[in-house]
């Protein structure tokens, strides 16, 4: 747990604002929020069991993450075998996380139990993701190139929140790395020799209960802790461009991480295009010379 941790702001709390007031107290100027009393209704919190769970979607394979090591490298698994790890207790020290499931694509039998936070228009969510973890689950300190809401189903949460402008102080990986978004810095046990200023970077420690959704604006970097057996679905929609100009940093990053993605997508398509290119001008010779000859 973030025990260690001191905040030296506050995150406030809101009992279900209306959409105008979340927008010009929170969206607009990007300041995270705790919002209570806007998931009475949703089904997944009522029905949403692990036995439940089995039964709907425990014959689908899903990616299970090893958090300690922060790779996708167990082995994908059933999801009613990860149940059951979770539910005797095997993985209760959080060495597996079944983490960042895209629910419609992953688990889609759970669709129809999917409510949307009603301070944005749905069909401005561009992803909707299940975190489900044993309790231990840590994921560590990055930012996203998105808004989010990250809403509690079941089980308790611990967040580390700090401002985009402490980038310095919280020492991304070089842009050189796939996941420069993520810091250096081990929360957990923060090595203060190698990242003295870490020690005076600002920070909001909070807690997420059932029922609490917070609001994690663009390039606000956060850390979680799993406290026990947890449950959360995390709502991504997009920024206004203002706001990825106020931190031309970020997004230079993310620019770059974009283009070399689809650079490498287009190189790995490029003898598939070429096969094609040459098949289709193979053809077009020959529909060509049967002309000539006719």
Partial sequence: MFDDVKSTFEVPRVERPSRREFEERFLFPQRPVIISGAMEDWPARERWTNDYLTEKVGARTVDIRNPKKRLIDAPPMKLAEYIDLLAGGAISDGQLYAANLPIRTTLPELWPDVRFPPFVDEDKYREVNLWFGPGNNFTPLHYDPGN??????????????????????????????????????????????????????????????????????????????????????????????????????????????????????VTLRAPDLVRRSTDDQAHGLGVAARADAR
């Fill in 148 to 265: 989010n809401f990250l809403t509690q189903i079941r089980g308790r949460k611990q967040v580390i929140l700090c401002p985009p402008r402490e980038i310095a102080r919280l020492y991304p990986l070089p842009f050189s790395y796939a996941v420069n978004h993520f810091s250096q810095v081990n929360v957990l046990s923060p090595d203060l020799t190698r990242f003295p200023a870490w020690a005076h970077a600002d920070r909001a420690l909070l807690e997420l209960g059932p029922g609490d959704m917070l609001f994690i604006p663009i390039y606000w970097w956060h850390a979680v802790w799993g406290i026990d057996q947890n449950m959360s679905i995390s709502y991504w929609w997009g920024a206004r461009l203002a706001n990825f100009l106020q931190h031309p940093r970020q997004t230079a990053a993310w620019i770059e991480k974009m283009f070399v993605k689809r650079f490498k997508a």
